[in-house]
């Protein structure tokens, strides 16, 4: 047996052996600078149209999203109760920088699913995710939104959860 091999024998004489002493590589990464706003119309009162515009830029010296390994920049909004997503609107108003594109999904149980089309009852839907189908490259900004109803009887302020997911390239 060579150095870097460990063979053990257990209770019942059964050999085992393991290569021991491989040399472990140093992965390190540059944390992403991403710049990430939201705007929505004013004033929003009950009954109203809001339209929501999602501004995205990455700030930093490195590409964003890593799609062709599973690892694309994701955006997800979640709805607040008391709205109701605008059918098409996902799709609409977006300013991609270069050949940059983005696909949408819609969730109707909450991020536990997703669907690649717009559901027929959009008031089911919960959440939209944008998902940018190639790196965001630095110094690039990209924006998209959608709009929601917001239901007569709504009497508190609207407020969207966001998460955004990314990934270094």
Not at 126 to 146: K, M, S
């Given at each position: 047996q060579s150095h870097n091999q460990?063979?053990?024998?257990?209770?019942?004489?059964?050999a085992y052996n393991a290569d021991i002493g491989r040399t472990m590589h140093h992965l390190s990464a540059t944390l992403p600078n991403l710049q990430f706003e939201q705007q929505l119309t004013t004033p929003v009162s009950p009954g109203a149209t809001v339209n929501v515009q999602l501004n995205l830029g990455n700030q930093g010296a490195e590409a964003l999203g890593?799609?062709?390994?599973?690892?694309?920049?994701?955006?997800?909004?979640?709805?607040?109760?008391?709205?109701t997503y605008i059918?098409?609107?996902?799709?609409?108003?977006?300013?991609?920088?270069?050949?940059?594109?983005?696909?949408?999904?819609?969730?109707?149980?909450?991020q536990i699913t997703w669907l690649s089309e717009e559901p027929l009852t959009v008031a089911d839907?919960?959440?939209?995710?944008?998902?940018?189908?190639?790196?965001?490259?630095?110094?690039?900004?990209?924006?998209?939104?959608?709009?929601?109803l917001l239901s007569?009887?709504?009497?508190?302020?609207?407020?969207?959860?966001?998460?955004?997911?990314h990934f270094l390239s």
């Open positions: 460990l063979i053990a024998e257990d209770w019942d004489k059964e890593h799609p062709e390994l599973g690892a694309p920049l994701v955006v997800t909004q979640s709805l607040a109760a008391g709205t059918p098409g609107s996902a799709l609409l108003n977006q300013t991609l920088s270069g050949d940059l594109s983005l696909k949408v999904a819609y969730s109707t149980d909450n839907i919960t959440d939209i995710r944008w998902i940018l189908e190639q790196p965001l490259a630095a110094g690039a900004n990209i924006q998209f939104g959608y709009q929601f007569a009887n709504y009497t508190e302020s609207t407020m969207m959860m966001c998460w955004v997911r």
